[in-house]
């Protein structure tokens, strides 16, 4: 009833790849399949009725930041079907580089911003000039966060590092020095490629768990088994014991799995 095919992902330490199942069309796959979308979504801690939470994009004037993570945003807050998964009052914090008025910042990044809410939205964001490796500039940051959070009972800081690899290591320990949630949790979202190889990974591995426990923590890797994933078209069209049979007829839902 199940084909199941697993492909290794290289250069990631204690990743076994990607697992891919394929449920054959009359099959009973409701009870073999893992938990769904809205069993998940079930088990998530909403924020309560005193409790904050400030978003921190590190990279924000960056690309990934603009078609993406602000899109995406929007729509956790406002436009998904079963919106809002975020707090419509959540802040949006962009932290970047380079001097840069906020109608500036917003008319730059949020172009794919769109909706009845976008408004709404753009009133919860701001913007901060800051370096990734000057601990001083993570402490201003700090102070402009509590003037952000005044008045909120639990204030809970959630920081995404859209930034190059490289500046990793820095950014983590000066958020951990200077812009630690004071009252609320305090996670770390880690974006792109996660090392180059298993050298690499276990390096910067070691730095941020060493900073943040592990349930802090939240790694995106992009390129993960990103070969193997390709490799499905393979499996679908050039596959002489497969073509016949990969088709909507016979293929009833395919799950990858990380």
Same mark, same amino acid.
């Not at 950014?171 to 180059?196: D, S």
């Given at each position: 009833?199940? +084909? ?5 992902? $290289? @250069?990631?330490?204690? /990743? ?7 449920? !054959? %069309? ?95 939205? +753009? ?5 901060? $000039? @800051?370096?990734?490796? /000057? ?7 700090? !102070? %402009? ?114």
């Amino acid at each position: 009833q199940a +084909l199941t095919t697993t492909g290794r992902a $290289q @250069g990631t330490q204690g /990743v076994r790849g990607v697992h891919v199942c394929v449920w !054959a %069309a009359g099959s009973d796959w409701g009870a073999m399949a893992p938990m769904g979308l809205a069993e998940m979504r079930a088990t998530v801690n909403v924020l309560g009725a005193d409790e904050t939470l400030t978003i921190v994009i590190f990279g924000a004037t960056g690309d990934l930041a603009k078609k993406k993570l602000f899109p995406a945003l929007y729509q956790l807050m406002y436009a998904c079907p079963d919106a809002p998964l975020l707090p419509a009052v959540t802040r949006i914090v962009g932290y970047g580089r380079n001097a840069m008025k906020l109608e500036d910042f917003i008319a730059k990044q949020f172009g794919l911003v769109q909706g009845l809410h976008r408004a709404d939205f +753009l009133k919860q964001v701001s913007y901060f $000039q @800051g370096k990734y490796d /000057v601990e001083e500039d993570f402490g201003k940051l700090d !102070a %402009a966060l509590l003037d952000l959070e005044s008045g909120s009972g639990v204030a809970n800081r959630l920081f995404f590092l859209s930034v190059p690899p490289t500046v990793f290591a820095c950014v983590c320990q000066n958020i951990h020095l200077q812009a630690c949630a004071a009252k609320g949790f305090t996670r770390v979202i880690i974006e792109k490629p996660f090392g180059r190889d298993s050298r690499s990974f276990a390096e910067l591995n070691a730095t941020t768990s060493g900073i943040f426990r592990e349930d802090q923590i939240f790694r995106i890797d992009h390129y993960l088994a990103k070969e193997n994933v390709l490799n499905l078209l393979v499996a679908r069209f050039a596959n002489q014991i497969y073509e016949p049979l990969f088709n909507r007829q016979n293929i009833a839902q395919v799950e990858i799995i990380w």
